[in-house]
């Protein structure tokens, strides 16, 4: 961190700013109480889970997401180097990720995330971190999205959930 070559963009993820707010006591902003009690909530679930199998969980569930959407008809955006946090998925041009988007919002209730710039009609992000990362969760979303989809016009191979169990049971 000292030895940084170039400035950090942000003054919150600069943690050259905490350097001495911990002798002092204090932090150089007004934290909020929600996102004390939040981390607090979350780093219970991690120690009481276990920090190994909360990694090995999170990798489940992105190889099931990422194979199911393939196995799906869909298109992965990246071959490599992903994240275990979240997919990246082409949505077929013909429909398009702002319109599936608005779609699973008006008619389901469910907001999906889609790009910036040039990718923001390209890629939806299916996001499995946390509490996202649990079976019921992505058996819930998977299946708005398959039906999103299907009303859009797209004719998966199969049921899109089913193929996540599937996978995921594989893996276990």
Known sequence: MDNRKTPIASFYANLQVFKGYAEKEYLPYTTSAGDVAALDAALDNILEEGIETVFARHDRIASAVRGSAQAYGLELFLDSDRSNTVTAIRIPEEIGALRLQDHLSENYNLLVATSLAQY????????????????????????????GLRDLGFAGNGDLAQLFIDIYKENI
């Open 120 to 147: 923001a009609d390209v890629i939806l992000r299916i996001g499995h971190m946390g509490e996202n990362a649990f079976i019921d969760k992505l058996i819930y979303v998977l299946s708005i999205i398959d039906n």
